[in-house]
């Protein structure tokens, strides 16, 4: 997004958000963090009936307290919140039912995988894969094990090779997670379609729930059109 379309957008941004906009050096990274936020408070406006401008969020860090990253969170509401983005494509979770997490990733965007994430069980379902189909079960691998450890908080702390989900073409879902009892909260793990060459999981903490999905478009005039309740 370059940096003229994006006064819109920008009116959305607290001051914090702002400087860390400003903060990048590049138009690729920068224009996809703004539009990550701005999406991000296009929904929680539109969930909550508020401004989009006016939630403030903080960011939490299971592993460190110098805070301005971390997991977006809403201090005053029960909402959970996740963010990703990969190529052009900027992917939002919230949700009610526990801590959420969700990872969007880009097939192909680079060149050898680094296959030292997966578990021996993984790895053995990858190298049964046709040739042609690597890269994307790689892809499928990475993005459901990033989505379990954005929703836990743990993040990359965690070696992904302690977690091992299921194989690229059965449903989504954590099998084991090695040295560690897992977290005291089920987790849900969900594949979600995503556009052009990428894939995207999302994990949920607690109870079943159903994943509802909403396209929001940007037709790059620095507005996203604003996203709509699920229930309208």
Not at 23 to 49: N, S
Not at 202 to 209: F, K, N, S, Y
């Amino acid at each position: 997004m370059r940096s003229s379309a994006a006064p819109a957008l920008l009116k959305l941004l607290d001051a914090g958000e702002r400087a860390r906009y400003e903060a990048f050096l590049r138009d690729e990274p920068r224009g996809l963090y703004l539009t990550a936020h701005a999406l991000l408070r296009e929904l929680v406006g539109a969930e909550l009936d508020r401004d989009p401008a006016e939630p403030a969020f903080s960011a939490v860090c299971r592993h460190c307290t110098s805070g301005g990253h971390g997991k977006p969170v809403l201090p005053d509401s029960p909402l959970h919140l996740s963010l990703s983005h990969a190529g052009d494509t900027v992917a939002v979770a919230l949700t009610y039912a526990g801590p959420v997490g969700v990872d969007v990733e880009q097939v192909g965007r680079v060149g050898d995988p680094p296959l030292a994430v997966l578990s021996a069980e993984e790895r053995a379902a990858y190298d049964r894969l046709p040739a042609g189909e690597r890269a994307r079960g790689f892809i499928r691998y990475w993005a459901r094990k990033e989505a379990v450890l954005k929703a836990t908080g743990d993040g990359l702390s965690v070696d992904p090779a302690l977690l091992t989900v299921s194989a690229p073409d059965e449903p989504a879902a954590l099998l084991a997670w090695a040295e560690r009892a897992q977290p005291h909260l089920p987790v849900r793990l969900y594949d979600v379609p995503a556009p052009g060459d990428c894939l995207a999981a999302v994990a949920v903490l607690g109870d079943e729930c159903r994943v509802v999905r909403h396209e929001v478009a940007y037709d790059g005039d620095g507005v996203l059109r604003r996203p709509r309740r699920a229930g309208d």
